[in-house]
């Protein structure tokens, strides 16, 4: 069965750091997602993408976020200068078109900024 | 503001008593209601959703849950848990299917 897989499971970086985070969406899907979780809090979406540009962001995703679909495959969430409060759990999601069909989500990457 | 409220951090039962997992919701427009599981190092689940129509909605693995408009709520339940069932369970809100808005979860541990 076809899944969304974050790379990687848990990163662990230096405040101001830049981080990549990457994702490989389901192949035939054409909407991707980031969402984040700090620790206790709720899930909170990012940002959407459709046919190679921002579609929504959310007031979390500020300047120092971007995101990226580099190739055919992957889609890459990019924080410049991390800072503490970046410290999360963030998920990835695709879906196909329509807007009925459910997002699929990745297990997500664990961010720690230190 | 919209708004996804799960007023159970965390909930244990035994296996084989039936479980109802609690969420109300604020949102402006029609709203577009999910339940999704996450098991330990997996992504999110979708279980079940309701769009319109019948508000009893049937999911997957013996779920199902109530949409209830008069008091905001949409609970999951399941007659018979079984220790599977073991997982972090959240409720979301959205315009159709995007933008996702959640809330924080509730985990279940379940007893043999």
């Known amino acids: 069965e076809p899944e969304v897989t974050q790379t990687p499971s848990h990163q662990v970086t230096q405040m101001g750091q830049e981080v990549i985070l990457r994702c490989v969406p389901i192949s035939n899907h054409l909407y991707f997602y980031w969402y984040r979780q700090i620790l206790g809090q709720k899930v909170e979406f990012l940002v959407s993408f459709y046919n190679n540009e921002i579609s929504e962001k959310s007031e979390i995703f500020d300047d120092q976020f971007s995101v990226e679909r580099p190739d055919g495959s992957n889609f890459t969430l990019k924080i410049r200068s991390t800072k503490l409060e970046d410290s999360a759990m963030y998920f990835c999601?695709?879906?196909?078109?329509?807007?009925?069909?459910?997002?699929?989500f990745g297990p997500g990457t664990r961010l720690t900024v230190l | 503001a919209q708004s996804v409220t799960q007023p159970d951090i965390h909930i244990t039962v035994s296996e084989g008593a039936s479980l109802e997992l609690r969420c109300n919701y604020s949102?402006?427009?029609?709203?577009?209601l999910f339940w999704y599981v996450q098991s330990p190092g997996q992504g999110l689940q979708l279980l079940l959703k309701?769009?319109?129509?019948?508000?009893l909605v049937q999911g997957i693995k013996g779920f199902e849950a109530e949409f209830k408009r008069s008091q905001s709520s949409f609970n999951l339940r399941k007659p018979s848990v079984h220790w599977s069932d073991a997982a972090e369970y959240f409720c979301?809100?959205?315009?159709?299917?995007?933008?996702?808005?959640f809330g924080t979860g509730t985990r279940l541990q379940v007893f043999p």
């Open positions: 309701y769009f319109s129509g019948d508000t």
């Open positions: 979301a809100v959205g315009p159709y299917t995007d933008k996702l808005i």
């Open positions: 999601a695709s879906k196909t078109g329509g807007y009925y069909n459910e997002q699929f």
């Open positions: 949102y402006g427009a029609t709203p577009y």
